[in-house]
């Protein structure tokens, strides 16, 4: 669902420096200056390796943190207009709440700050436990629960008031393969009803499946910004080549591909605009080709383009 | 506004009032308050003397620990646990909405303590004076004292806890509080300099939180009427000193980045 | 940004106000406090107690105690009190707590010995404090001095009070006044010598505004008393000579008995009344023996029943 009647988001040249050293003497960029926008009703996806900023640019948005410079608007108002946040919902990072509440108890005093109406309040607590799948444990002091169940009522207390902007802050971390695909249905309910969505996480396949748009930032520093499938274009692809023949292999691996051999079959994956000097070296080795494909570019390939081989341990570890 | 605030004040309540450690403290009180009576049946003359002088003490000393205990993790807690990010970042709260409701949650909190501990001292004075007087009223002055004393130092721990860690807090309360007992000698201090030391002694010492007018437990407890011009005089300065360490905790968290 | 500085603005004013309306309360609650009878009634609790409950900070505590008995001092001296009584309880508190703390007996041997309103009247009290001072510091000659002044002066002792001088004479740097002061004693030399001696010593000595302003209205007393006598002497002469009594000092400066008017040293004349001087206001001379109005002599002024200045006339 994509409509562009106006900005959720509109940052423009937002940027912070953190005061660090003993005596805050040493100035550390957690985010240079950042233009970026998010149209409403957007499934927005912010990634970036650790340390990159992601968590940084949503502190300065909510007004945890003051920026160094810059301004955002957010809904179309002022980061100082208290009163928008009734229409914001936050997940932080590795939630932590007040742990000798239950949820249900935590989600009525979240709901009571944000302003719901009495009457509506119990009615906007049930529902967003049930959203989350935690109305079994609605009833458990927090300290009791599990590290996944604590996310999920983090997620229920992001969406308690009925916001219509959602912003999550890694809001797949911590969660078992099924609790993903929980989260993965429900950010598409949400949407669906309208809400705009912005997360950041580092979990490319989330990132891949949900959104319209997303980000890349690495070291604080916008990489790029646009649809995914944009943004896959620019990755240049690579194809496959399946061949019968061994002699081939040391030509292949003169151009620059790499080869596996098992027996006389060959499998050997090179970038695109390398296949028609490839098949010429097959034929001239008297190969029999079995098959080409091209290799789907993912945003792994493109994440990894574009913030560095450097980093590639970390994001995909 | 009032809604979010009470939400606040209600939540910090209840986060102590579910703390175990404060119903030991409060036991530990009570226990102090009997063994008065224990104390007091060894010299016979003077039993209505000790049991007030012990069990007003332990009332002042261990509510002033609670407030202390409690107080200094109020905000630095918070930010530390990053459970302020759930009530700062994304509600329509206004930070020194978030600070009033810590305070008068803890308020709250010391004063349901204050009168579970009273009810037990009372308890205690009218079984050694075979029932209550009307020159027990003078008691309730010095409780009421008490209760203010809680209400300064609770302003005093929120406000180093704005920007503390909760142990520095904790020394700096119990430095402040010990300092402020003496605020009278202090300023005797000062009288005693001269030139420019004795101005800035004396600017500090008339800073410094005057705790030392607050305790009246010996004279209460040999007896003597309290000035009500003393109770008006104590009431004001508790409100407004306290209104002004609000202030300065307000002033201070505005600017603060939240980690 | 704007929004920001108008918080930290309304802050800062709002603070100042804050703080400046709870000074003005505190100014308050002390006169409330200063002039509450129950501090005398106190309960002081025991020197060992106190100490005890100090947890080794007693240096700290002695000193705060001894800034409670300059404001006890202070505070009473000034309403003119009958009595003092909680400035031995509270010099034994301070020097409990330190017993090395040399200003506090010096300060007691003064104002607990001398009569009220210029002290406790208590003397006994006087010399057992600075007696355990002396057993707390033997070298400190300058208490001895201070003992010395007790037994001489309030407690009318001389022989023990030259003994105390001889004993502080023998003390490793006393000062050499000391074996004068000893001999001064034995000799029995004029009284009122003595004591100008002594109190020029103490006034020198010291930097203590309290005990600085009780010596130099003790030299002002004596003076008054040397005076006194001296003018006394020149009007027995005058009626000698002529056979009645002076009507007034011209008549004393006419026969060149005097030069001028005589002026106390609180520049008011002295007065000429049947033949006997007098000060003008008794009130500014505390201690003076000499120069009293009849029935108003030093007894009287200082409220103490049973002891008269008899004059013989
Ligand atoms: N409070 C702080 N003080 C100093 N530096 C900070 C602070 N918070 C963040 N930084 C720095 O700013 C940079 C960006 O941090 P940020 O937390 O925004 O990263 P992130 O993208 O959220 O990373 P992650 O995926 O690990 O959560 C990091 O280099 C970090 O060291
Ligand atoms: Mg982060």
């Known amino acids: 669902m994509l409509a562009t009647l106006m900005p959720a988001i509109e940052i423009h040249g937002l940027e912070k420096s953190y005061k660090t050293g003993f005596f805050g003497n040493k100035l550390k960029q957690g985010l240079k200056p950042l233009t970026l926008s998010v149209e409403e009703g957007e499934v927005f996806g912010y990634l970036g390796p650790n340390g990159a900023g992601k968590t940084t640019t949503l502190k300065l948005l909510l007004g945890l943190v003051f920026p160094s410079g810059g301004t955002a608007r957010i809904l179309g108002r002022d980061l100082n207009d208290i009163e928008v946040k009734r229409f914001i919902g936050f997940l932080p990072e590795q939630p932590y709440f007040y742990d000798h509440l239950t949820p249900l108890e935590l989600l009525d005093y979240y709901a009571r700050l944000s302003g719901v109406d009495p009457r509506e309040r119990k009615r906007s607590v049930d529902t967003a436990l049930a959203r989350v799948g935690m109305t079994a444990s609605g009833k458990t002091q927090l300290r009791k629960l599990s590290k996944g169940m604590l996310q999920r009522v983090g997620i229920a207390q992001a969406i308690v008031h009925n916001p219509k902007l959602v912003l999550l802050d890694e809001p797949m971390s911590g969660l078992d393969p099924i609790g993903r695909r929980e989260v993965r249905d429900l950010v598409q309910e949400l949407n669906e009803e309208g809400k705009t969505i912005f997360f950041s996480t580092h979990i490319l396949s989330d990132a891949e499946t949900l959104c319209d748009r997303v980000a890349v930032l690495n070291k604080g520093e916008l990489k790029g910004v646009g649809v995914v499938a944009d943004l896959l274009r620019q990755v240049s692809g690579e194809v496959e080549v399946v061949w019968q023949g061994a002699k081939a292999i040391s030509a292949l691996s003169a151009l620059g591909a790499r080869c596996h051999a098992t027996g006389d079959t060959v499998r050997a994956v090179l970038p695109e605009r390398l296949l028609e000097a490839a098949l010429d070296a097959l034929r001239v080795n008297h190969a029999r080709l079995t098959r080409v494909t091209p290799v789907q570019a993912t945003l792994e390939d493109y994440f990894l383009a574009r913030v560095g081989e450097e980093k590639s341990a970390e994001v995909t570890a | 506004m009032i809604e979010r605030i009470t939400a606040i004040a209600r939540n910090t309540f209840r986060e102590a009032v579910r703390d175990r450690v404060l119903y030991n403290l409060i036991l530990f009180a009570l226990l102090i308050v009997g063994s008065s009576l224990l104390v007091g049946q060894i010299s016979v003359a003077v039993d209505r003397i000790v049991l007030v002088n012990l069990g007003l003490t332990a009332i002042s000393f261990f509510g002033i620990v609670i407030a202390i205990f409690i107080g200094i993790g109020l905000v630095s807690k918070e930010i530390e646990k990053r459970t302020l990010y759930t009530v700062l970042a994304a509600r329509p709260v206004r930070r020194w909405e978030f600070i009033t409701g810590k305070f008068l949650g803890l308020v709250m909190t010391l004063l349901v303590n204050a009168l579970a501990m009273s009810a037990g001292f009372f308890a205690a004075v009218a079984f050694v004076s075979h029932g209550l007087g009307h020159g027990d009223l003078q008691l309730v002055t010095a409780i009421y004292f008490i209760l203010l004393q809680y209400v300064l130092i609770t302003a005093l721990a929120l406000l180093f806890s704005t920007f503390s860690s909760p142990l520095f807090s904790s020394i700096f309360a119990f430095a402040t509080f010990a300092i402020g007992t003496f605020a009278e000698d202090l300023r005797g201090f000062a009288q005693m300099a001269s030139g420019l030391p004795r101005w800035l002694m004396t600017g500090a010492a008339y800073l410094m939180p005057n705790f030392a007018a607050l305790n009246v437990i010996s004279e209460v407890a040999h007896n003597t009427a309290v000035q009500p011009r003393l109770i008006l005089l104590n009431t004001l300065y508790v409100l407004v000193y306290t209104a002004a360490l609000l202030t300065a905790s307000v002033w201070i968290f505005e600017r603060r980045n939240l980690k | ?313």
Request: hydrophobic share 40%.
């Open chain 3, 1 to 313: 940004m704007t929004r920001d500085s108008q918080i930290q603005t309304s802050c800062a004013l709002l603070l100042t106000l804050l703080l400046a309306a709870s000074i003005t309360l505190v100014y308050q609650i002390d006169r409330v406090r200063a002039d509450e009878p129950l501090q005398e009634v106190l309960y002081l609790p025991s020197p060992t107690v106190v100490k005890r409950l100090s947890l080794g900070y007693s240096g700290l505590l002695a000193d705060i105690y001894w800034t409670r008995v300059v404001q006890y001092f202070g505070a009473k001296h000034k309403a003119k009190a009958k009595q003092y009584l909680i400035l031995e309880p509270l010099l034994d508190m301070t020097t409990s707590l330190d017993p090395k703390l040399l200003p506090a007996y010096q300060f007691g041997s003064v104002f607990l010995a001398q009569k009220p309103p210029e002290g406790a009247g208590n003397p006994v009290a006087a010399a057992q404090l600075v007696e355990k001072g002396i057993r707390e510091n033997p070298t400190a000659w300058r208490l001895y001095y201070d003992l010395g002044y007790i037994y001489w002066l309030e407690l009318k002792n001389p022989r023990k009070a030259a003994e105390a001088f001889e004993r502080g004479s023998h003390v490793p740097g006393a000062h050499p006044w000391m074996k004068v002061m000893a001999a001064a004693l034995e000799a029995h030399a004029g009284e009122t010598e003595t004591a100008i001696y002594m109190w020029t010593n103490i006034l020198n000595s010291t930097d203590d505004a309290n005990l600085r302003a009780n010596a130099i209205n003790r030299l002002r007393c004596l003076r008054v008393d040397s005076e006194v006598k001296i003018l006394q002497d020149r009007i027995d002469q005058f009626t000698k000579q002529r056979g009645r009594l002076p009507s007034g000092w011209e008549e004393l400066i006419s026969a060149g008995l005097l030069h001028r008017t005589p002026i106390d040293p609180k520049d008011n004349p002295y007065q000429l009344v049947s033949g006997r001087v007098q000060v003008a206001q008794p009130e500014l001379f505390p201690f003076i023996r000499q120069g009293l109005p009849p029935g108003k002599e030093a007894g009287d002024i200082l409220g103490q029943e049973g002891f008269k200045v008899v004059k013989t006339q």
